[in-house]
C-alpha cells in the first residue's frame, strides 16, 4: 500500500487504512488547512522540496507485532543488521518503525504491571482516547509551523507513552524509526506523557539508506513532564545524506518536573530541529546537549528554545557544532525570560569546531531577558584544532590523523557522557565513518 | 644516540638557534643551563619537528638517521620524548584514553585492557600521581606539579630511548622534586642506554639526576662545556659573568 501526492482525498485515504475516529480525521483535515495558509520557515536551510512527489505512506499490511518471528524475514534481517533486536535486552521496551507503520512493539511484564503504555500512537488513539485526546496537539498545533501541520494532516506511527504518577523505570524505552524506500516520507507523531512523580529516559535512533531522491523526515514530538517528574529523550539521527529532516520537538514542563533533551544530528542532507521546553511550572527545568556534525553538502540547523515561565526555573543549552569539507553547522537558539519567570537562570554554551576554511559554523542566539530578577548567560567560542594541541599528541606518537579524533571526540565529551553506553560507542563509530 | 650537527633555526626574521651542536651518546646524561630566552626549549621542540620552526641550515640526526622533515609523531615513535616545560590541557581528551593511544601506537597488537590498567595504576602510584585525574581529560584541573608527574608517568609507559627533561623543577615543590627524579633514576637504573638531556635554568634539578656533562647556552649557542662542576660555577657567577666562558676547558 503506498499513498503518493498530498491531497485531501490521500489525507481521508490515510485515515481510511488505519479506521480511524472522526475526531482524528477532522484533525488531519484541519491540519492540512493550516497547512495551507503557512509559508515555509524564512530562516535556515534552503532546499527544493515537492510536497506532491513525497510518498506519504507506505506499509506492510502485517500490522504491529510483539514478536520478531511474525515480522518479514527480509526487514527482521535488516534491523538484526542494524544492531536493533540485541539492543532489547538493555531496555525496558522498544518500538521499530518500518517506513510508516509501527511493525513491532514490547516491553517487559514489569511495566505492564506498573501501568505504563507503551504503544503506537494509532493503537493508543484507539484504545485510550479519552487519555490522547486531552494531550494530543495541545504543546504542538497545527497552527505552529507549516511542517507541524504536514505531519498533523498525514502523520503515522510514532510513539504514544504514558508513564502514571509514581512510577520510575529503571532502563529506557527505545524507538527506532527507518525509511527503507525512495521518495519516501516519514511523519511519525510522538506523544509521551510523564505523570507525577515520574521519571522515564526515551530513546530514539533512525537511519535510512541512501538512494537519489530526497526523503523527507517531518516529525512532531509532544512531551508532558508531570509535576517533580522528569524525563530524558536522548536521540541520534543518522538519517542519509539525502533526507530532509524538519522536526518539531517541544516539551511542557510543571513545577519542580526536569526535561532534557540529548540530540545529536549526524546524517541528512538539511536539518532544522530546535528541541524546546516550556518551563511553566515554578521550579522546573530544562537542559538540552547538542551536537551536530556537518559534512560534505550538509546543512545542520538545530539549537535549541527555553520559554521561562514559571518562577525559579533554570534552563541550560550545550551546543556543540563541527563543521568540515564545506558543510555547515549552526546553531539556531532562543531563550525567552517571561516576566513572570522572576528568580530564573538560563545558560548557553555554543561551541563550534571548523575543521577547513570551505566550513561554516553560524551561529543565531536570541536571548530575551523580561525581568530584572533574573539572569541569562551567553557564552561561545569558535575555533580550529589548536597546533598546540596536536603537537602536543603528536609527541607522544599520536599519527595527526588519530590526534585529531581523539580532539574531535574530545570536543564532545559533554555530549558522549550523557548518551548510555551503547549509543556512546554507536556514536563513535557514526563519527569515525563521517569524519 | 643523538647529534645535532651546525643548527641554525629562525622563526620569521628571528634567530633562535645559532650554529647549535651537541652530541648526546647512550647512557650519557648532558644538562644544558642557560639564561631565559636563550633558546633552551625551543630546542625540544625542534628536535620534535614542531612546524613554527624553520631549520634554515644544519642537521639533527638520531641513531645515525636524520630526523629532519620526518613527522612529529613519527619521531615520538623512534624514541624521543620530551617532557616539556609547561604541559597543557586537553579538555575531553581522557589521560587513560590518550595514553593508552600512545602506547598502541607503537604496538602491532593493542594492549590489553587489564595490562594497561594494572601497569598505569601501578606506576601512578609510585610517582603519587592522583588517580582521579587519570580519568579526567589530560591535565584539566591538575596543577603545575601533577602536570610534570603526567609528563613522567607518560615517559615510563612508552619507554623512549632518549629523553628531553624540558625545565623538569619548575612548578614542582622539593617533595613532588624529589619523587619524580627518583622515578626517572628508576626508569634510567632500569634502561641504562638511555640518553638524557636536561634543560634547566636552575642547577638545583642536577643534584637529582647527575649530569656527566654540562654545557653553557647563551643566545642560541653552546658558549661552554664542562663536567658536572660547570653548573655550580654558573650558579655562582651568573650565566652574564663572561670570565666563566673565558676560564678553564671549553669543548666546543
Known sequence: MEIKGLNEKNIKKISEIKNEEQWVLDFRLKSFELFNKQEMPDFGPKFDLDFNKVIYYKSQDQGMNTNWNKIDNNIKCEFQNLGVIDSEKYLDGIGVQYESEVIYHNMIEELVEKKVIFTSIEMAMKQYPDLVKKYFSKIVSSADNKLAALNGAVFSGGSFIYIPPNTTLDRPLQSYFRINSRGMGQFERTLIIVDDNSHLHYVEGCTAPTYTDSSLHAAVVEIYVGKNSSCRYSTIQNWAPNVLNLVTKRALVSENGVMEWIDGNIGSKATMKYPACILKGDNSSGTCITISVATKEQQQDSGARMIHIGKNTTSTIISKSIARLGGNATYRGKVDIKESAINSKAIVKCDSLILDKDSKSDAYPTNICRTPLSNLEHEATVSRISEDKLFYLMSRGISEEKATELIILGFIERFRQELPMEYAVELNQLLKRNL | ?252
Do not use: W
Open chain 2, 1 to 252: 644516540m643523538l647529534s645535532i650537527k651546525k643548527l641554525n633555526v629562525v622563526v620569521g626574521d628571528k634567530k633562535i638557534l645559532n650554529d647549535f651542536n651537541i652530541d648526546i651518546k647512550e647512557g650519557e646524561i648532558h644538562a644544558i643551563m642557560g639564561p631565559n630566552g636563550t633558546g633552551k626549549s625551543t630546542l625540544s621542540k625542534v628536535i620534535l619537528g614542531n612546524k613554527n620552526y624553520e631549520v634554515v641550515s644544519g642537521d639533527i640526526k638520531f641513531d645515525g638517521k636524520s630526523i629532519l622533515g620526518l613527522a612529529t609523531d613519527e619521531i615520538a615513535r623512534l624514541g624521543v620524548f620530551v617532557s616539556f616545560q609547561n604541559p597543557i590541557s586537553i579538555e575531553g581528551v581522557v589521560n587513560s584514553e590518550f595514553l593508552k593511544t600512545a602506547i598502541n601506537a607503537r604496538r602491532e597488537n593493542a594492549i590489553g585492557l587489564f595490562e594497561f590498567v594494572k601497569e598505569l595504576e601501578g606506576k601512578a602510584k609510585e610517582l603519587d600521581y592522583p588517580e582521579e585525574l587519570i580519568h579526567r581529560g589530560v591535565n584539566v584541573g591538575a596543577s603545575g606539579g601533577e602536570r610534570k608527574k603526567n609528563e613522567v608517568l607518560q615517559m615510563e609507559l612508552l619507554e623512549p630511548k632518549f629523553i628531553i627533561l624540558d625545565e623538569l623543577d619548575s612548578g614542582l615543590d622539593i617533595d613532588s622534586l624529589k619523587k619524580v627524579c627518583e622515578g626517572i633514576n628508576n626508569y634510567l637504573k632500569n634502561h641504562p642506554k638511555t640518553g638524557v638531556l636536561i634543560i634547566t635554568h636552575y642547577p638545583r634539578i642536577l643534584e637529582y639526576i647527575k649530569p656527566q656533562f654540562v654545557h653553557m647556552m647563551v643566545c642560541g649557542k653552546i658558549v661552554k662545556t664542562g663536567g658536572y662542576d660547570l653548573a655550580f660555577e654558573i650558579e655562582k657567577k651568573g650565566y652574564s659573568d663572561t670570565s666563566i666562558i673565558d676560564s678553564g676547558e671549553n669543548n666546543e
